[in-house]
């Protein structure tokens, strides 16, 4: 068996082994692990890149660091984009050696200390003759006869490759860091969709449709844009591009720190990747864009729903101590909050209800965490009343949309001051931010002017001296 050993290498860069687009079978690499953790250590080994013009796709072995422990695994790059990973969706973590095997008989596997194997894709007995990373930076085990035994193209991670298809039913995913919660981007017959997953709840924040209800089949990406099909393998819609005419498309991206899905595009003369679509482009549509009981507020900025309570102040964090449920805890109440809605889409809905129906169906559910009435803007529209699980996507929005948004808090929360005081102290925080951003501004620009009539008259006076 062919073996590599190499030590743990330094954060941003990798050694790269050999510059072949596969290897043989009885193939093997490791890479060792420190003694000590560290978030600032990375190791990385590359095995295979692609012969293309720049940026190619490379695979590596790779050792993290990840909450004190070292993570082992097979990552894919385009560039500097890592685009897939072994260890997406469950981290094997090692102490000592995360080493890469390709066996005689056929089995890719990643091994840690005494030969413990924590990832490996089963193809033992199947023919497989060697490993290998092609152009469209699919990489699959192949047999004698280049018939493709395993490929990474169909266990998608939080990216989709130009060329790569996803059927109804799949789904890209992505893991905010410190955060319960995940996002998805899901393939379904009658649209596509970005979601917010938090425990049983699941909640879309984004969906594009085709025209007529036609039914969708698959996706692919293409050079241009996102292309739709049907079951007959014709194209039925599609999400299209901007400003890449001489740039072919290179991926979608579901971003893991916004949730946002973006079309992307490789910049030669800025050497980096940069978003030819964006499904938001507006901070407040985020699904994160504030903490949990935080608004989002016409400037962009967050403000807590700080409620203070009788026996104690808010906390830190924006729910002030009361988001872990009010199952079993005595009875709550409703806070309304005018000009505020939520982004989240697809939640439980009643329609032809009042207000008073809508607040008593979030107060007798306990796993109810807020509710959002709907009258029109004219009072007079369908009335309907949506129920959340949690507080989170919650934003401004301009006054005389007919919204009402209205959060569970402890019972007892309005006893040093009214309801009406209660409901106007949120408002204000929120008034104050905006009017503390928008001074911000205005006392920047006075600055800026007053300095260049100051400029202006220290020139004319030096003018006049030279004369």
């Given at each position: 068996?062919?073996?590599?050993?190499?030590?743990?290498l330094?954060?941003?860069?990798?050694?790269?082994?050999?510059?072949?687009?596969?290897?043989?079978?009885?193939?093997?690499?490791?890479?060792?692990?420190?003694?000590?953790?560290?978030?600032?250590?990375l190791?990385?080994?590359?095995?295979?890149?692609?012969?293309?013009?720049?940026?190619?796709?490379?695979?590596?072995v790779?050792?993290?660091?990840?909450?004190?422990?070292y993570?082992?695994?097979?990552?894919?790059?385009?560039g500097?984009?890592?685009?897939?990973?072994?260890?997406?969706?469950?981290?094997?973590?090692?102490?000592?050696?995360?080493?890469?095997?390709?066996?005689k008989?056929?089995?890719?596997?990643?091994?840690?200390?005494?030969?413990?194997?924590?990832?490996?894709?089963?193809?033992?007995?199947?023919g497989?003759?060697?490993?290998?990373?092609?152009?469209?930076?699919?990489?699959?085990?192949?047999?004698?006869?280049?018939?493709?035994?395993?490929?990474?193209?169909?266990?998608?991670?939080?990216?989709?490759?130009?060329?790569?298809?996803?059927?109804?039913?799949?789904?890209?995913?992505?893991?905010?860091?410190?955060?319960?919660a995940?996002y998805?981007?899901?393939i379904?017959?009658?649209?596509?969709?970005?979601?917010?997953?938090?425990?049983?709840?699941?909640?879309?924040?984004?969906?594009?449709q085709?025209?007529?209800?036609?039914?969708?089949?698959?996706?692919?990406?293409?050079?241009?844009g996102?292309?739709i099909?049907?079951?007959?393998?014709?194209?039925?819609?599609?999400?299209?591009?901007?400003?890449?005419?001489?740039?072919?498309?290179?991926?979608?991206?579901?971003?893991?720190?916004?949730?946002?899905?973006?079309?992307?595009?490789?910049s030669?003369?800025?050497?980096?990747?940069?978003?030819?679509?964006?499904?938001?482009?507006?901070?407040?549509?985020?699904?994160?864009?504030?903490?949990?009981?935080?608004i989002?507020?016409?400037?962009?900025?967050?403000?807590?729903?700080?409620?203070?309570?009788?026996?104690?102040?808010?906390?830190?964090?924006?729910?002030?101590?009361?988001?872990?449920?009010?199952?079993?805890k005595?009875?709550?109440?409703?806070?309304?909050?005018?000009?505020?809605?939520?982004?989240?889409?697809?939640?439980?809905?009643?329609?032809?209800?009042?207000?008073?129906?809508?607040?008593?169906?979030?107060l007798?559910?306990?796993?109810?965490?807020?509710?959002?009435?709907?009258?029109?803007?004219?009072?007079?529209?369908?009335?309907?009343?949506?129920?959340?699980?949690?507080?989170s996507?919650?934003?401004?929005?301009?006054?005389?949309?007919?919204?009402?948004?209205m959060?569970?808090?402890?019972?007892?929360?309005q006893?040093?001051?009214?309801?009406s005081?209660?409901?106007?102290?949120?408002?204000?925080?929120?008034?104050?931010?905006?009017?503390?951003i928008i001074?911000?501004?205005?006392?920047?620009?006075?600055?800026?002017?007053?300095?260049?009539?100051?400029?202006?008259?220290?020139?004319?006076?030096?003018?006049?001296?030279?004369?």
């Amino acid at each position: 068996m062919k073996v590599h050993r190499l030590i743990f290498l330094l954060l941003l860069f990798g050694y790269q082994v050999c510059c072949k687009t596969y290897v043989h079978i009885d193939y093997s690499l490791t890479v060792e692990v420190p003694s000590e953790y560290s978030v600032e250590l990375l190791g990385r080994a590359f095995l295979m890149e692609t012969n293309q013009m720049e940026p190619s796709f490379r695979v590596a072995v790779s050792v993290e660091p990840i909450i004190g422990k070292y993570s082992c695994s097979l990552q894919v790059f385009l560039g500097d984009v890592k685009v897939w990973n072994s260890g997406h969706y469950s981290h094997f973590y090692t102490s000592d050696k995360c080493a890469l095997e390709l066996t005689k008989d056929g089995d890719l596997r990643l091994k840690g200390s005494n030969d413990r194997i924590g990832w490996r894709t089963g193809t033992s007995g199947q023919g497989v003759e060697r490993l290998e990373i092609l152009k469209t930076g699919n990489l699959v085990l192949v047999d004698a006869l280049n018939r493709i035994k395993w490929q990474s193209f169909n266990f998608p991670t939080d990216v989709m490759l130009w060329g790569q298809r996803l059927n109804v039913a799949t789904r890209l995913t992505s893991f905010p860091t410190n955060s319960t919660a995940f996002y998805s981007f899901e393939i379904q017959h009658s649209k596509i969709a970005l979601y917010l997953s938090s425990g049983k709840w699941n909640y879309s924040y984004w969906e594009f449709q085709p025209t007529k209800s036609r039914n969708i089949t698959f996706i692919e990406l293409g050079s241009k844009g996102l292309e739709i099909f049907n079951d007959k393998y014709k194209k039925i819609a599609q999400i299209s591009s901007f400003g890449t005419q001489f740039q072919p498309l290179r991926f979608l991206a579901l971003g893991n720190k916004t949730g946002n899905m973006g079309l992307y595009f490789y910049s030669p003369e800025k050497r980096s990747f940069e978003a030819a679509f964006q499904a938001l482009n507006t901070t407040c549509d985020l699904p994160l864009a504030c903490r949990p009981y935080g608004i989002c507020t016409l400037s962009t900025a967050c403000s807590c729903i700080r409620l203070l309570t009788a026996k104690k102040g808010a906390g830190s964090d924006c729910n002030g101590g009361f988001s872990e449920g009010f199952c079993d805890k005595g009875q709550p109440e409703m806070l309304e909050l005018s000009g505020v809605s939520s982004v989240l889409r697809t939640a439980p809905k009643r329609v032809n209800v009042s207000k008073e129906t809508c607040e008593n169906l979030c107060l007798q559910d306990c796993k109810c965490a807020a509710a959002l009435y709907s009258a029109g803007k004219d009072g007079t529209s369908s009335r309907e009343c949506f129920t959340y699980g949690l507080v989170s996507g919650v934003k401004q929005v301009e006054r005389g949309t007919g919204l009402t948004f209205m959060v569970k808090v402890p019972n007892g929360t309005q006893v040093s001051h009214g309801k009406s005081n209660v409901k106007k102290w949120v408002l204000v925080m929120v008034g104050v931010i905006d009017g503390l951003i928008i001074l911000l501004v205005l006392g920047g620009l006075g600055y800026c002017l007053v300095q260049r009539r100051r400029r202006r008259r220290n020139m004319l006076a030096s003018d006049n001296n030279n004369t």
